[in-house]
């Protein structure tokens, strides 16, 4: 049976998906736990001998850092959640099958982005 024949992934398949997914998902979790204790540092200024124009300078360029460090921990989140309705998906019989299409999403694409839910000529379409 082909690629273009096929509607559905089989058992084996799925459970390598989900092993990567798994393990993405963990890699995931310790890198937002890491930018979580970098957002705790970061609330800790020892400036309290410096001058004032200095310690406003800081203050900005602190802010600054905690607002970059809380998008990169949404977008991890973000991730990992995108990853965990994956698995669901391949629990309930739907992983790698094209939401727009219908088609089945080439294995290529879902190796490297697994979360996935659009095959790449539905991707094209969206953006023209």
């Given at each position: 049976m082909s690629q273009e024949e096929k509607t559905r992934y089989s058992q084996s398949e799925l459970k390598?998906?989900?092993?990567?997914?798994?393990e993405?998902?963990?890699?995931?979790?310790v890198e937002l736990s890491e930018l979580?204790?970098?957002?705790?540092?970061?609330?800790?200024s020892g400036t309290d001998g410096t001058s004032t124009s200095s310690k406003v300078?800081?203050?900005?360029?602190?802010?600054?850092?905690?607002e970059s460090l809380n998008q990169l921990a949404a977008?991890?989140?973000?991730?990992?959640?995108?990853?965990?309705?994956?698995?669901?998906?391949?629990?309930?019989g739907t992983y790698g099958i094209c939401v727009d299409t219908g088609n089945?999403?080439?294995?290529?694409?879902?190796?490297?982005?697994?979360?996935?839910m659009h095959s790449i000529a539905a991707k094209l379409a969206k953006r023209s």
């Open positions: 390598e998906f989900e092993a990567l997914i798994l993405k998902i963990e890699k995931a979790q979580k204790k970098s957002l705790n540092k970061s609330g800790d300078l800081e203050d900005g360029a602190d802010t600054l850092e905690k977008r991890q989140q973000k991730f990992i959640n995108n990853l965990k309705n994956a698995l669901i998906r391949i629990k309930n089945l999403i080439s294995k290529e694409r879902l190796k490297a982005v697994p979360h996935t």
